[in-house]
């Protein structure tokens, strides 16, 4: 039996590369199961090995350990813009496959702009243009809950015609 997770649970290296430039590394307690399966896949330097073994519980170590393992890997995203655009195309991917609600999202989409520092290249791109719209839905003025479910598709959309 196949206990892998599902592709979301387990991103790849250029996924977290980007969510380090962004400075928005999700929950580091998930770190090192990911670090788990990328040696599962075949990926082995002594930093990756390192991180499998961490408990996650100081995000400070697996910050820095990560960090390592992604220059040992020779995985680099050092420009904000294609970091950005790399992790809202795999927000993007989620909520059009369904394994995102447009609602859940909207809300992501929020925290990832100001864990990033309110970094303008995450405003740039056309789903980064929805920010706000959490505000919206949580106070229940302006467009409908469709009308909004459906600017975040046509969002989703726009990110992923880009490339």
């Known amino acids: 039996m196949d206990e892998r997770p599902a592709d979301r649970d387990v991103p790849s ?20 199961m990911w670090a788990a399966y990328w040696i599962a ?8 090995r390192e991180l499998a073994g961490l408990d996650g519980r100081d ?8 960090a ?3 220059d040992e890997l020779h995985v680099v995203v050092d420009d904000r813009e294609t970091a950005a655009a790399l992790v809202l195309n795999d927000e993007a991917k989620q909520c059009l496959a369904g394994r995102t609600s447009e609602r859940a999202l909207a809300a992501a989409l929020d ?7 309110y970094a303008d290249e995450i405003l740039r791109q056309p789903l980064g243009a929805e920010y706000g719209i959490d505000d919206e839905w949580i106070g229940g003025w302006g467009r409908t809950d469709e009308q909004l479910r459906e600017a975040v598709r046509a969002a989703c959309a726009r990110q992923l015609a880009l490339g």
Do not use: I, K, M, N
Not at 42 to 48: E, I, M, Q, V, Y
Not at 111 to 117: A, C, E, F, N
């Open 41 to 48: 896949d075949g990926r082995d330097t002594p930093a990756l």
């Open 111 to 117: 925290d990832l702009y100001v864990r990033s520092g």
């Open 68 to 70: 390592r393992t992604l």
């Open 13 to 32: 290296p250029r996924l977290v590369a980007a969510w380090l430039t962004l400075d928005v590394l999700v929950d580091p307690a998930q770190v090192p």
């Open 59 to 66: 995000p400070f170590a697996v910050r820095e350990l990560t």
